[in-house]
């Protein structure tokens, strides 16, 4: 019988966002991984993948921390390679919202201490996906076929509608600007969008992922929620096997999460720790079992658990919603840009929405940068959730 193929998750403890003790958690991370020469030729462009979902201060636990990027950086160029951070933030993808972003979330700066350089193309290219399920074919940020090599560099949060966001979602940002929304208006339901994300993180091909734990975000992530220490560096081999770890790490069941359990069900990975080499810390220390986790706001998520005939007569009046706090409300207009399939207008300066037409993506609550947006679910729906 042949030995199960294992990929190694490493975990450093680190506590807080100190340059040297960061950079001393990713060098060990590195060792654990088997040495940086494994992956990474002297030379080869490496594309730093951070989340820098929008303009959001470094405390605020939405972004990548730039301290975190500053030293995986670092690591690299010392090592000899070339380092280029990019992403494509929620929003039109051009070089005014990139600047906004990098010098909001603290990476202009950092990228000018250690010499990494700043992504400023805008173009997008199409890129080939044969592993696709879905996606056989994307359009993704024309840096990603520039460079040599790829790395996910997530930051540890909780989601509203994938209820975690971690390496493999991450990848979702070398999809260009507003073409995201495309995704979410082509595969509303649950099932199709993560399987499209799969897909994305298999055509993006990173060589190593990376996630930023050291304080992590629960509650109403991927940008509403609450800072909250994890401390601890992740690192992997596999982005699969980093989320099953991460996952396990704030007290989820792995395979309750819709990404992951797209990768089992793709044969991408267990979902548990059989095919997993632990490598680095106990993972004990980091395990939290009061991580505020999202409700579940799909119906797609029951599938399974009460008959279908059921389920699309509850589907069509116990759906969460999105309901605008208009005393909150600045009048920003970034919910109306952001909705897949513009459902929202401005009236007298507040946003309105047209729930018959909304999709329930959340890219509106995700992307308004003052709150004012929460999710509401019907109680019956609550209690479905957690059977
Ligand atoms: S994004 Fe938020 S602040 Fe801006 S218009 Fe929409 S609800 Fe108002
Ligand atoms: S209103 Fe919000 S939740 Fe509904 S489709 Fe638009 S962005 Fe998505």
Not at 194 to 209: E, F, G, M, Q, R
Request: one cysteine or more; hydrophobic letters at 40%.
């Amino acid at each position: 019988m042949s030995k199960l193929k294992k990929e190694i998750v490493s975990l450093i403890e680190c506590r807080k966002y100190d340059y040297n003790l960061v950079k001393e958690s990713v060098e060990k991370s590195f060792e654990d991984l088997g040495g940086i020469g494994k992956f990474i030729k002297k030379r080869d462009k490496v594309l730093l993948k951070l989340n820098l979902l929008m303009k959001k201060k470094p405390e605020d636990a939405t972004t990548t921390h730039p301290i975190f990027a500053k030293a995986l950086a670092q690591v690299l160029i010392e090592y000899g390679a070339e380092v280029i951070i990019a992403d494509s933030p929620g929003g039109p993808f051009n070089t005014s919202l990139l600047k906004g972003v990098y010098k909001a979330c603290g990476i202009e700066k950092i990228a000018d201490d250690v010499g990494a350089k700043l992504n400023y193309n805008t173009n997008s290219v199409e890129i080939k996906n044969e592993g696709g399920l879905i996606l056989k074919r994307i359009t993704a940020i024309e840096v990603l076929k520039e460079v040599d090599k790829v790395i996910s560099v997530s930051k540890l949060k909780t989601h509203g509608m994938m209820m975690f966001t971690g390496a493999v979602k991450n990848m979702f940002g070398v999809v260009a600007g507003l073409e995201k929304a495309e995704y979410h208006v082509r595969m509303p339901n649950n099932k199709d969008f993560s399987n499209a994300l799969v897909d994305i993180c298999v055509a993006s091909k990173p060589v190593l992922s990376f996630m930023d734990g050291i304080v992590g975000m629960e509650g109403a992530g991927p940008s509403a929620g609450d800072p909250r220490e994890v401390g601890v560096v992740i690192a992997s081999t596999s982005p699969y096997h980093l989320d099953v770890v991460a996952t396990s790490i704030i007290g989820l069941e792995p395979t309750k999460v819709p990404t992951v359990q797209r990768c089992v069900e793709r044969g991408l990975c267990k979902g548990n720790f059989d095919d997993i080499d632990l490598k680095g810390d106990k993972i004990e220390k980091f395990i939290l079992n009061d991580f505020v986790i999202p409700e579940i706001r799909s119906l797609d998520l029951l599938d399974g658990k009460i008959p279908k005939f059921l389920r699309d007569i509850l589907n069509g009046f116990l759906q969460p919603k999105p309901v605008f706090i208009h005393e909150k409300c600045v009048g920003c207009r970034d919910c109306v840009n952001s909705c897949p399939p513009q459902v929202i207008e401005m009236i007298d300066y507040k946003p309105i929405v047209n729930l018959d037409e909304c999709i329930r993506c959340f890219c509106c609550q995700e992307l308004c940068p003052v709150e004012a947006i929460d999710i509401h679910r019907p109680l019956l729906m609550k209690l479905l959730s957690r059977l």
